[in-house]
């Protein structure tokens, strides 16, 4: 549980890093809406998505309409997360209005499957830079994040159900092609977002249950530097031997998608019969994968 702090951690804000990535987040973002979606009336999820509908049905102006639908969802933020949060939050929010106002950018290209593509995934580097950095230019996560609290539903299914309405709205006012592409826009951005808060690296917990454990220990420890852990459990149960059962070593290694298959295959050209199940893991920090990172 996240403790929630009443007090602005300005250091924390004026961090180098995090203005960096909230500078670069915001910029890429107003390149995709400048470049790409508002000038061919593209549509992409959550709030962003939303004050490009009302833009294009009320012809008020995006830059107000981004601050106005996000002013609910920075309170809500403010009570879910903290200060910090919520300030930084604020700041991205105004500088991405005012380099909507203020900077020219002509539409790149006419091509719908490109402004899907390249609008969305570049709108969603530019949240995802912008989270790496401590803020959020679109509420919708913070929505999402209260809902999981209150009703236990999952981050991608609050989204979704969010922005399936509004692409249901972009139908009845752009018609159906229009919001199809915007589908396809929406989830090039969540794509481009998983990249940049959870890394390219993305972690897989791999376990292994063999009679050749020891073996394996030292193929993992040894010959790919990873850390183990060795869970002890029992293997057997069959339904024609449930009474048979045996002790053995479960060993658990956290690897990277590029090592996966290397280790895997190794794994098995060791023992063939070993039992092996991979897992995704959302995030991991300490041990050695720390020492790791700082090289």
């Not at 999402?144 to 159900?161: H, M, P």
């Not at 018609?175 to 993305?202: C, M, P, Q, R, W």
């Not at 090592?259 to 300490?286: S, T």
Request: overall charge neutral; charged content about 20%; proline content about 1%.
């Amino acid at each position: 549980m996240q403790i929630k702090k009443d007090k602005i951690n300005w250091n924390e804000i004026f961090k180098v890093k995090h203005i960096l990535f909230n500078v670069l987040g915001v910029g890429l973002v107003t390149f995709a809406l400048k470049g790409f979606m508002i000038p061919n009336q593209f549509l992409d999820g959550g709030v962003t998505g939303i004050s490009i509908l009302v833009h294009e049905i009320t012809h008020l102006s995006f830059a107000m309409l981004i601050i106005i639908f996000n002013i609910p969802f920075l309170f809500l933020a403010n009570r879910i997360f903290d200060i910090t949060f919520t300030v930084q939050s604020c700041i991205s929010i105004v500088m991405l209005a005012v380099c909507m106002s203020v900077i020219h950018i002509d539409a790149v290209t006419t091509d719908r499957l490109l402004i899907a593509l390249f609008g969305g995934g570049l709108i969603g580097l530019g949240i995802g830079f912008c989270m790496r950095g401590g803020s959020t230019v679109d509420g919708a996560e913070v929505l999402a994040a209260l809902t999981i609290r209150k009703i236990g539903l999952d981050t991608s299914e609050v989204i979704f159900a969010m922005n399936s309405t509004l692409f249901l709205l972009a139908a009845y006012s752009f018609g159906i092609t229009t919001a199809l592409y915007s589908i396809v826009t929406y989830f090039a951005a969540i794509k481009a977002l998983d990249y940049v808060t959870d890394g390219f690296e993305h972690y897989t917990s791999l376990h292994i249950i063999s009679s050749k454990s020891d073996e394996i220990k030292e193929l993992i420890v040894k010959g790919f530097g990873k850390g183990i852990t060795v869970l002890k459990g029992e293997k057997g149960y069959l339904p024609d031997s449930f009474e048979v059962r045996t002790e053995c070593d479960v060993v658990v290694t956290i690897v990277t998608r590029l090592e996966l298959l290397r280790i895997k295959e190794a794994v098995i050209k060791l023992d063939p019969l070993a039992f092996i199940y991979i897992q995704q893991v959302k995030e991991a920090n300490g041990g050695i994968l720390s020492k790791v990172k700082n090289h």
